[in-house]
């Protein structure tokens, strides 16, 4: 069974962690959706490059790009933050 992860302490190792959680969720709500980064950044207007930093650490989304993100996926957006 998979764990909600939603933790705040102000740690930088936390955040991390959290963000390193979302990350491998992108790319595996992606997958599931059978998806690629292409299929992913259009709907939101984004070079598929964007998705492929997400997905790598090298961007991040606000909560709204996230929430958009999660539409375009169909997915909900708890599900970006299991463990």
Same mark, same amino acid.
């Given at each position: 069974? $998979?764990?909600?992860?939603?933790?705040?302490? #102000? =740690?930088?190792?936390? +955040?991390?962690? !959290?963000?390193?959680?979302?990350? &491998?969720?992108?790319? $595996? *709500?992606?997958?599931?959706?059978?998806? !690629? +980064? $292409?299929?992913?950044?259009?709907?939101? =207007?984004?070079? /598929?490059?964007?998705? /492929?930093?997400?997905? !790598? #650490?090298? $961007?991040? *989304? /606000?909560?709204?790009? %996230?929430?958009?993100?999660?539409?375009? %996926? &169909?997915?909900?957006?708890?599900?970006?933050?299991?463990?």
């Amino acid at each position: 069974m $998979r764990k909600l992860v939603l933790r705040y302490n #102000g =740690g930088e190792k936390i +955040q991390e962690e !959290t963000r390193a959680i979302i990350r &491998k969720n992108i790319r $595996r *709500l992606r997958d599931r959706a059978k998806m !690629t +980064q $292409r299929d992913a950044a259009y709907p939101m =207007g984004l070079d /598929s490059s964007y998705i /492929s930093a997400l997905e !790598t #650490g090298g $961007r991040n *989304l /606000s909560l709204e790009g %996230l929430a958009i993100l999660c539409d375009v %996926l &169909k997915c909900e957006m708890y599900e970006l933050f299991m463990k």
